[in-house]
Nanobody
């Protein structure tokens, strides 16, 4: 599975962006797709995840009620709608996927085998 993110850029605080993650290859093996982010000098953090079987979603507390993860199965694409962006949201955002039915470990980056190269989101104050 190959993953490619797009939609990053520069936005002012309070603004919105929508990130896309297009999957290609053996996409039938996907079960969970997630977004992680890594700010300069910091560790990679979980942002959101979505289970294709049932559509359950999971969010980090820091983005809950501001970010929304969604899918377009026909396009093999997962989106991350980001509203009310703040400077602390500045990071490289990466999508990831796993074909395993994870739940308790859904917030851990080590649970995901496939990663995109990432897209930079910069929020100015």
């Amino acid at each position: 599975v190959q993953l490619v993110e797009s939609g990053g850029g520069l936005v002012q605080a309070g603004g919105s962006l929508r990130l896309s993650c297009a999957a290609s290859g053996r996409t039938f093996g996907r079960y969970v797709m997630a977004w992680f982010r890594q700010a300069p000098g910091k560790e990679r953090d979980f942002v959101a995840a979505l289970k294709f079987d049932g559509g359950a979603t999971y969010y980090a507390d820091s983005v809950k009620d501001r970010f929304t993860i969604a899918r377009d199965t026909a396009k093999n694409t997962v989106y991350l709608q980001m509203d009310s962006l703040q400077p602390d949201d500045t990071a490289v955002y990466s999508c990831a996927s796993t074909r395993h039915a994870i739940t308790s470990s859904i917030r851990y980056s080590a649970s995901y085998a496939n990663w995109g190269p990432g897209t930079l989101v910069t929020v100015s104050s």
